[in-house]
């Protein structure tokens, strides 16, 4: 059975917005295949979002709370254009092996929030950490629930769906340096894969 491409579970917060339409209208039709290519690089790697910016290009994003800070883009002679906002540098990749060597050195690093976000989120009390919608997803395996954050590469535990999702506000608390007891004020919102609901209606 042939597996199913990464790049189709990438959606975008318009209407008809599959990850092939949202690239053939704001990426350029001739550039599709490219764009797969990429999407399944970045699709599943924590902290990176797709999405239509400025006045209608698509963007590979790597940050948290709305940060961007690498980006990367499907250029017109269908190479890639990657940008590293915090060194203020570019390079153009030929394909996504180059693009991999690209991230190697760096895609850790930018997925720790920067220092101008987090003076940002930290700003009167941490409003704006405390009122972002952060994803979670959630799934369920040998007695336990996990709670993944979309941005992070860990996951919260626990034997309960509660108990899964405040150690993600906990985690996210720590990765901003904010205070631990913020945590349940946090706008968190959890999606159940199917084996957490598999579970749910079995117990």
Not at 82 to 109: F, I, M, N, P, Q
């Amino acid at each position: 059975m042939d597996e199913i491409p990464a790049y189709l579970s990438v959606k975008v917060n318009f209407d008809n917005s599959d990850y092939e339409n949202v690239c053939a209208t704001f990426g350029g039709f001739d550039r599709l295949p490219a764009w797969r290519e990429l999407g399944n690089l970045l699709a599943h790697r924590p902290g990176w979002h797709f999405d239509v910016v400025n006045r209608g290009e698509a963007l590979w994003c790597l940050g948290v709370l709305g940060e961007c800070r690498l980006a990367i883009h499907v250029t017109e002679d269908l190479r890639y254009h990657c940008y590293d906002h915090g060194a203020d540098s570019d390079t153009v990749a030929a394909d996504t092996t180059a693009v991999e060597t690209w991230l190697k050195d760096r895609e850790e690093s930018a997925r720790q929030p920067g220092p101008l976000i987090i003076e940002m989120a930290s700003a009167d009390s941490w409003k704006l950490l405390k009122s972002h919608p952060f994803r979670l997803r959630v799934s369920w395996s040998d007695g336990y629930y996990a709670a993944s954050v979309a941005a992070l590469a860990e996951a919260s535990f626990g034997r309960t769906v509660a108990e899964a999702v405040n150690g993600a506000g906990e985690m996210i608390c720590q990765l901003f340096g904010a205070p631990a007891e913020f945590a349940p004020d946090l706008t968190l919102a959890a999606e159940l894969d199917e084996t957490a609901v598999r579970h749910i209606r079995t117990t």
